[in-house]
């Protein structure tokens, strides 16, 4: 492709993303799977425009608006891109903009004045706001800076970058050195992440699914703040473990190893789809001891069927996903799914109703990949006020238990963010249940509890 035919196809992928109700990801998976004969150079260098574009959302729209331009469509922010970021004069965006076969059509007089309203610019200006110069979406601006406090400008920057490629080994086939020397036979190059014993970061963004290592089942993608949740879950081998919301299974993954393939998981979901999908996943890394299940609803008659019967309960609740801006930078501008109002209460009913599962002196591991005080520790907060036959299991004394080093982070819970940890951001508590004889001690009868009255967590 030309390089006017590769701006061309990213005005394209980002129309199609504006006017798709999908994700980012999802929409340009679509878009070059439609597009086989785009190779595989021109893939990458279109994506990565793409990507760059939706990453400066906030500070484009903020020149063309500063530019007198009506809106800021595709073709205004590719043009906007072009010469505040890239630096191109005029001239060579008037010769990209040709309208010849396969190149964006001319400019049109409007688009005209804003390239001369933004040449000789850079994207930086010292009249921008500070939200909008850190990419922080209106809603998120009071919860953000509640959460950071004096850290919010520092942690708002670290999300602005692109999040590394991440991978975790998987114990039953490999260990992280036969890891490493298979991915280099690709040609793929890899070093051993700080905090997880089990990961791996890559260098670059080498494509992985034709790799052996990756087909073969010894390593899969995960950032590394996702495998210290799992780690948090601290499995043993023969335990009975409910991985409550999995979704696509890489928590449920990275549990059911660390197993070591004894005992059980299961995995739960309202989404079926999206389990039958993670089967291919577990069948990859040569799992037998992960049992899917989809639910109807987090209140689903199963739980109560089954409660405190599990020794460990993850419930990894859908949260508003700050924390993962780095690597999903529309999630900022587009509501896919519920908004923070909804999500609170969902996330304080499923963590209510999980913990039916946990038997006594199990753990309930509560996490959500969210930078936000409210989905965190305040949902923690208000779940021990009314399930007081739970109590807090220190991060460092799970990492103690574990043999895993120093904790990755001070406080009871642990909570990872981009700046301080370079990885995703994420919170995780671990919630122990109080043994029988614990409660009757304290002079809790546990047969005449009332959940909703007392706060008890045991269903009548």
């Known amino acids: 492709m030309t390089p006017a035919a590769r701006l061309q196809a990213v005005i394209d992928l980002l129309t199609e993303i504006d006017e798709t109700p999908r ?10 799977r439609n597009r086989r004969y785009i190779g595989s150079k021109d893939r990458t260098a279109v994506a990565q425009t793409a990507y760059a574009i939706l990453r400066r959302h906030a500070r484009l729209g903020w020149w063309i608006e500063r530019g007198g331009y009506e809106r ?10 072009l010469l505040l970021e890239e630096r191109r ?9 040709s309208g010849g076969k396969f190149a964006p059509a001319r400019l049109t007089d409007g688009e005209l004045e804003l390239v001369q309203a933004l040449e000789s610019h850079t994207l930086d200006h010292p009249e921008m706001p500070e939200t909008v110069r850190v990419e922080c979406p209106d809603w998120a601006e009071r919860p953000m800076r509640a959460s950071l ?6 942690e708002m920057e670290k999300l602005l970058e692109a999040a590394p490629l991440d991978l975790r080994i998987n114990p039953l086939k490999a260990n992280r050195q036969s890891a490493i020397k298979a991915l280099s036979k690709a040609q793929i190059f890899a070093e051993e992440t700080q905090w997880s014993p089990l990961g791996l970061r890559v260098k670059g963004r080498p494509p992985l699914g034709g790799v052996d290592a990756f087909k073969d089942g010894l390593v899969e993608i995960q950032d590394e703040g996702s495998q210290l949740v799992a780690l948090a879950v601290a499995p043993k081998p023969g335990q009975q473990v409910v991985d409550f919301c999995a979704g696509a299974g890489g928590k449920t993954l990275a549990v059911a190893a660390l197993m070591k393939n004894k005992g059980r998981v299961v995995a739960c979901d309202v989404l079926a789809g999206r389990l039958k999908r993670a089967a291919e996943r577990f069948r990859r890394a040569g799992l037998h001891n992960i049992e899917p299940h989809p639910l109807t609803s987090e209140r689903d008659p199963w739980v109560k069927r089954h409660k405190r019967k599990f020794d460990r309960v993850l419930v990894d609740a859908p949260c508003s996903g700050t924390g993962t801006w780095r690597r999903n930078p529309d999630a900022r501008w587009r509501q896919l799914g519920p908004g923070l109002e909804q999500l609170l209460p969902l996330q304080a009913n499923i963590l209510d109703s999980a913990a039916r599962l946990v038997k006594p002196g199990g753990r309930l591991v509560y996490a959500t990949c969210s930078m936000l005080h409210d989905e965190n520790e305040a949902q923690v907060e208000a779940f021990l006020q009314t399930h007081t036959d739970f109590i807090v299991k220190p991060v460092a004394d799970v990492w103690a238990e574990e043999e895993a080093g120093a904790p990755p982070a001070e406080g009871p819970y642990l909570r990872l963010t981009p700046a301080r940890h370079d990885t995703d951001g994420f919170f995780a508590a671990v919630l122990e249940r109080r043994a029988e004889e614990s409660l009757s001690e304290a002079g809790v009868e546990q047969d005449e509890v009332d959940p909703v009255e007392l706060g008890k967590a045991i269903d009548a």
């Open 72 to 81: 800021p469509t595709p073709r205004a922010r590719v043009l906007a891109f």
């Open 23 to 32: 994700p980012a990801d999802a929409v340009m998976s679509a878009y070059f």
């Open 89 to 97: 004069n005029a001239g060579v965006v008037l010769e990209m903009f």
């Open 149 to 154: 406090g004096d850290r919010f400008a520092v």
